[in-house]
């Protein structure tokens, strides 16, 4: 019997971690960090109900942290196997995980500044030194061949266009004549997503795992395109500076390459862009390095120079350079993680520019409960930033086109081609979102779906 427990990203949209348990060998499917709401990061810290040792091979999705976040941590209290990868992740997956570790040791520091931790001396979750061992395990693996990660358990990556690299795990434990078949969504991309490729259609298969970020919603007709001007051409208007919060890798490759196509089309004046974050300038050495992953037909131009180096940018790679953006006073384009404001650059630039109601803040992505970014959505009035409470007075916009992730409508139509499976798990979203989509597939399809519960565990056959 083969045994499938959702350790994580269930019922919550961060910590992905599925262990998937066949007679002769065990993979873990993700490793990744809780995120958001306290409650949750507390996780982080309690011990794995299952050996480290006795996991076979990690295999992963994509490198966001929601998802590789907890690789140091995991080899620390144990694990030696193989880390699958595709090639592109792999190199993701280092310059993530290095950022991680530092925000983890910051943490750590923090906590002892202010001596607010049970614990003393506070100690990180992982630090910078527990990050190399963990890279020295990472398998690069393309997409499109099976690999055998454990016994009977093999696997093949299919294109999840949800970033770089990123994935859908078509899953076969053949241990018997018939082949059990799973499938792992991964987080699914968006269609006609610019820079990435739509993603591959589901696997057949007798047991899904399929994400839902977005069960609930979906992020409107508008083309990102157009969205994009607009907010920067309002924000122009206001006469104050536009701050986008962005994650480092992805987002803000795209958030300059879509710049860079309105540029090229005068749809938004001669404006400077600042890209303020030394891990995005690692990421998109890594973009470039990997061209033929991108789909780049908005743009007129191709090929290296132009994909996400695009004019009018100017790099702040030292804190001093950072520092100096806040000298801007006027139409400038600022891009800065992270993405969801839990940390990192951005906090210093949202000091210096939520007071002023002529500056724009732009939030381009998901944001989870329990981070400054969901706030803001819900607009409160004040957010805290390094200790004190700054007064919200600049306009709060949304880019919601440009979301990694499908919304409702994308994910249906990613799932219809698929034939009915034995039973669907729903994942990766916050309980709403999970519960919409769970009812559309009950009701319009027939479907057996279940939203696992944290620890949950299934058996899982074949189909007769
Ligand atoms: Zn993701």
């Known amino acids: 019997m083969t045994r499938l427990t959702f350790h994580g990203a269930a019922e919550t949209v961060t910590g992905s971690r599925y262990l998937l348990e066949a007679p002769d060998g065990t993979i873990l499917v993700d490793c990744g960090l809780f995120q958001g709401l306290k409650e949750l990061r507390l996780r982080n810290w309690n011990p794995l109900p299952f050996n480290p040792a006795k996991v076979d091979a990690v295999v992963l999705t994509h490198a966001h942290i929601d998802h590789i976040g907890y690789l140091p941590k995991f080899v620390k209290a144990g694990f030696r ?36 931790s049970k614990h003393a001396p506070a100690l990180p979750l992982y630090d910078e030194p527990d990050v190399p061992p963990t890279l020295r395990l990472m398998r690069p693996t393309g997409r499109g061949q099976w690999f055998n990660p454990a016994g009977s358990i093999w696997c093949q990556y299919h294109d999840a266009g949800h970033l770089l690299g990123s994935t859908l795990i078509q899953v076969e434990v053949r241990d018997k004549p018939k082949p059990l078949r799973i499938t792992f969504s991964g987080d699914v991309g968006r269609y006609a997503a610019p820079l990435y490729h739509d993603p591959n259609p589901p696997p057949a298969c007798d047991y899904l795992i399929c994400e839902s970020t977005y069960g609930d919603r979906d992020h409107g007709p508008e083309q990102v395109l157009d969205q994009l001007a607009d907010v920067v051409n309002e924000s122009i208007r206001r006469g104050g500076v536009m701050l986008i919060a962005s994650f480092a890798v992805g987002r803000a490759q795209q958030l300059i390459y879509l710049l860079g196509v309105l540029l090229e089309r005068n749809r938004i004046p001669e404006i400077p862009i600042y890209l303020d974050s030394p891990m995005a300038s690692s990421a998109t050495k890594i973009f470039l390095d990997h061209v033929d992953e991108h789909d780049l037909s908005e743009s007129r131009l191709t090929g290296r120079d132009h994909v996400l180096e695009a004019r009018n940018v100017t790099l702040a790679r030292s804190a001093e350079e950072s520092k100096r953006i806040n000298n801007v006073e006027s139409g400038a384009v600022i891009i800065a993680s ?79 081609p698929l034939e009915p499976p034995r039973r669907t798990f729903i994942t990766h979203g916050e309980l709403p979102s999970a519960n919409a989509l769970a009812r559309t597939l009950r009701e319009t399809r027939g479907w057996d779906v279940v939203i696992p519960k944290m620890e949950q565990a299934f058996e899982l056959e074949a189909a007769p």
């Open 338 to 416: 992270s993405g969801m404001m839990t940390g990192g650059r951005i906090l210093h630039h949202l000091k210096r520019r939520l007071p002023d109601p002529r500056n724009t803040i732009v939030l381009g992505g998901y944001q989870a409960a329990g981070t400054r970014g969901r706030d803001l959505q819900e607009g409160r009035r004040t957010i805290r930033v390094y200790g004190s409470d700054v007064p919200v007075r600049a306009h709060v916009a949304e880019i919601s086109a440009i979301s990694g992730h499908a919304g409702r409508s994308e994910l249906l139509r990613w799932l219809q």
């Open 81 to 116: 196997g193989p880390i699958y990868a595709t090639p592109a992740t792999v190199e993701l997956a280092e310059i993530l995980l290095m950022d991680s570790a530092r925000n983890q040791e910051g943490d750590a520091r923090y906590f002892n500044r202010k001596g607010t």
